[in-house]
């Protein structure tokens, strides 16, 4: 028992941490894309930070539970309903058997994140539950969450009960808006920054990029601008970590 897709999202998949140590075999970390909201909705669900939870973006899909259970809801906010009736995020909720959890429109934030208390009965690969679509392994059988799919809980019991009625939003809260008006992006230079000529510099710190489709879980693909270079040989490849700009031959 757990919880059934009664109406598939967009993109909705099982995601943890990821898999930081495989680098050198070929295969991308992966894991949730903001790991800061998956962490708060597995405290808030009474959780190890670190449990894999439930990446949705919009439209998401519709859960029916099948068992009592405690969730939480962290990161971007769309709108969630329990049974009709509208619920905050960043709260613990109880939810009650039959209940149905849906999302009608994005308010805020791109990606929201589901965490169960006892997370989810799900396949591991290389230390992580995390779905990894292009191997086609991990998560839930390797792929988005469909319709019709059920997901089982590790937790089954609770000291808890709830009355026919449903649902119930406990009263304590996150708060996680610690910076406000965000208007860029800090940067450091790397060793290959004076290779760009002055029009490249300038154009990389005073325009703005689009992420194109050509992207996923390893990296964007940023458009805008070409960004020309004193000289075209070859640059050797060396290492780079999250936020690392790579600047390819077609500029």
Known sequence: M????????????????????????GINPGGAMDTYSMKVANILAGNDPAEAVIEMHFPASAYLFTQPAIIALAGADFSASINGEAVPHLHPILVNRNDVLQFHQPLEGARCYLAVKG????????????????????????????????????QTSFAFQLNESGYRVLPWRAQIKWQEDINGLLVITGHEWDRLTQE??????MTSFVVTRQSDRMGYRLNNLPLPVLTHEEVLSSAVSFGTVQLLPDG
């Open 200 to 205: 490249g510099k300038e154009n990389f710190s």
């Open 119 to 154: 997370g989810f009965v799900t396949d591991e690969w290389l230390g992580s539950r995390s779905t990894h679509l292009k191997a086609g392994i991990g998560g839930f059988e390797g792929r988005k969450l469909q319709k019709n799919d059920e997901l089982m809980i590790r």
């Open 2 to 25: 757990g919880i059934i897709i009664i109406k598939a999202g967009l993109l909705d998949t099982i995601q943890d941490l990821g898999r930081p140590s495989h680098q050198h075999e």
